[in-house]
């Protein structure tokens, strides 16, 4: 068992370092959504997209206790995050009913988010979120996974692109 946390801490690691970052690629030339200005506590406009923040996440962590949660912070502009996209809705696919699986795009509009999803459906829950989410969980790369438990309490935070298999094994070990 240790040596499978190892080999998870090593390969997190190595994945960490193939984070976007929000100072690179097309971000840099718009000033950096990942450190954009705190959005509006709002509503999704046409109600397709909810929007997340801290309070949202409180209560749908405690709207959905008794099951381990995985939290993707991610965004259209990034090319890791479109990356690991195909792994996490074969997780949603296989481990579904095992985990509440959240992709949460802190795009700088919502616009963007929609305009992305129309032209790349996912199968996966969508939600739209704010900088504050992201700030209170230290997101400084995407994307990042955030774990928690069944009670709803964080145990892990870790930017990179996690490959499927590493995924399963996660949400397994969350519900032994």
């Known amino acids: 068992m240790k040596k499978l946390w190892l080999i998870i801490a090593l390969a997190l690691g190595l994945l960490a370092l193939t984070a976007c970052s929000g100072e690179s690629g097309d971000d840099a030339k718009t000033g950096g959504a990942a450190m954009a200005p705190s959005h509006a506590a709002v509503a999704s406009t046409d109600g397709s997209h909810p929007f997340m923040g801290v309070a949202e996440l409180d209560q749908y962590l405690k709207a959905n206790a008794g099951r381990p949660t995985m939290l993707f912070f991610w965004a259209t502009w990034c090319p890791s995050c479109k990356q690991q996209i195909p792994e996490l ?3 949603q696919k296989d481990k579904g009913g095992q985990i509440n699986l959240v992709a949460l795009s802190v795009d700088e509009s919502e616009g963007a988010l929609e ?3 129309d032209k790349h459906p996912m199968d996966v829950p969508v939600y739209w ?9 230290q997101v400084e790369a995407i994307p990042t996974l955030v774990i928690f438990d069944k009670t709803g309490k964080k145990i892990f935070s870790q ?5 499927g298999s590493m995924l399963g094994a996660m949400a397994d070990k969350l519900n032994q």
Request: negative net charge; proline residues 5%; hydrophobic residues 40%.
């Open 115 to 117: 305009r992305y999803l």
């Open 129 to 137: 979120g704010n900088q504050d989410l992201a700030r209170e969980f």
């Open 159 to 163: 930017a990179g692109v996690f490959p």
């Open 89 to 91: 809705e074969t997780l």
